[in-house]
Each structure stands twice: as C-alpha cells, then as structure tokens.
C-alpha cells in the first residue's frame, strides 16, 4: 500500500504575491471608513491571517461597528478591482512546475490560507491550478491562523496522519499553525516575514528558492 504524502500550502506569500492588492484594498477600507490608512508594512505582516483579526490588529482600538465596516470596504474593494480586471496576483517563478511535479510524484495537495472561498477558488483557477488539490481550506469556515482547524480539516479531507503531511507558508502565523497542529512545517523566504521569524516559530528549515523547497519538502518527508 503507497502512504500518503500531504503539502498543504500557504496561498498568498507562498503561492501568489498579492501584497500590492492587499495593501491597496487595505488602505481603501480605512479610508472608506473614515480612518487613517495603516502602514503597509504592518499590513504585509498581517497577510496570512483571517481579514476581521488582522484589522483588530492593525486597529486595535476600534469598536466592533467600525472593524465590521472596514471589514466589508476591505472585501467589496478587493472584488471590485477583480471584477474589474485589475488584480494582479502572479504566481512566484517556479512554483506551478513545482506543484505538477509533487503531484506527479504522489503528492496530495491541499491550500490552507486566509483568503475566502471566493477569493481563493478566483487565484487558482486564473493560473489553471485548482485541480491540483485535494483540499482548500478558507478563513470563511474556520478561526484564523494559527488556530489548527485548517490543517485538521485538511488532513481529514486528504486522508493523511499528522505524521505524512507538511505546512509550507512564510508566515509565523502558518508555522504556528503547523506546531498547534502537529504537523511537520517549512518556510519560504520570499514571502512577508523574516526567515528567522519562521525558524523561531517551528519551521524545519527555511526555502530561499522553488528549487531549495522540493528537497527540503523530500527531507521533512522522505
């Protein structure tokens, strides 16, 4: 009997680069708020976790009212500039051939990120990669990073033990995760917070290319 293998992925930060689009959105809530916008570096740092925590968290003195209202200005100006054809959210150089590959290789794969359903479901199926995965697992049916239910509902999905299956991300907030739920993780450097970041916070090792991720994911699963 072949075991299971499970990548569960990160998405933006990991797969796609969406900062731009996300700091746009961002600064367009506040301001259709009413509020000052808030720096984008704070903002990148936040990717990755659910939208209402991470306006909590770049405002934490705002009532429940006001985080409800950016909250919704946040998803009504993103969907917007997709609607209108002015999201751009690449995929980082090498990463479809990597996805393919696992796959080919006996991979399940599954997506675990702060993104809803709908913003999800529309990056993967721009790039043509929705069906690679087993599982897609969204801030709108779970708690937010690093709470483990993603990668619980993941696992069970895939079918996969805790001890077959591996977290990549590039957050602390997805290493977290993995450690709360027993899951092997590794980081990538090219997405929003420091490698050492990952490393303090449980990541295996730290990929600083595609190229370094397929061997650090063989390693972490052999």
């Not at 006001?66 to 998803?75: I, L």
């Not at 790039?127 to 087993?134: K, M, N, P, S, T």
């Not at 509902?153 to 895939?158: C, G, I, S």
């Amino acid at each position: 009997m072949s075991r299971t293998r499970l990548a569960v992925f990160d998405c933006d930060g990991t797969l796609v680069d969406g900062q731009a689009d996300v700091c746009w959105a961002m600064e367009r809530a506040f301001s259709r708020a009413g509020l000052a916008a808030p720096d984008p570096s704070l903002v990148r740092r936040m990717v990755g976790l659910s939208l209402p925590v991470a306006v909590r968290e770049l405002a934490p003195d705002l009532g429940e009212e006001q985080t409800r209202a950016v909250t919704e200005f946040y998803k009504s100006s993103f969907r917007a500039r997709r609607e209108e054809g002015l999201l751009d959210e690449p995929l980082y150089d090498g990463i479809a051939d990597l996805l393919a590959g696992l796959r080919d290789a006996g991979w399940s794969l599954a997506v675990a990120t702060g993104k809803s359903d709908r913003g999800l479901a529309a990056c993967l199926a721009t790039h043509g990669i929705a069906d690679l995965f087993v599982s897609l697992q969204t801030a709108d049916r779970h708690p937010s990073k690093p709470h483990p239910a993603m990668l619980e509902a993941a696992l069970f999905e895939a079918g996969a033990e805790r001890q077959e299956a591996v977290m990549i991300g590039d957050t602390s907030f997805d290493m977290l995760m993995a450690r709360s739920a027993g899951v092997r993780a590794v980081g990538v450097a090219w997405g929003y917070h420091a490698p050492a970041e990952l490393m303090a916070s449980g990541a295996l090792s730290v990929a600083e290319s595609v190229a370094a991720l397929e061997t650090a994911l063989s390693e972490a699963l052999p």
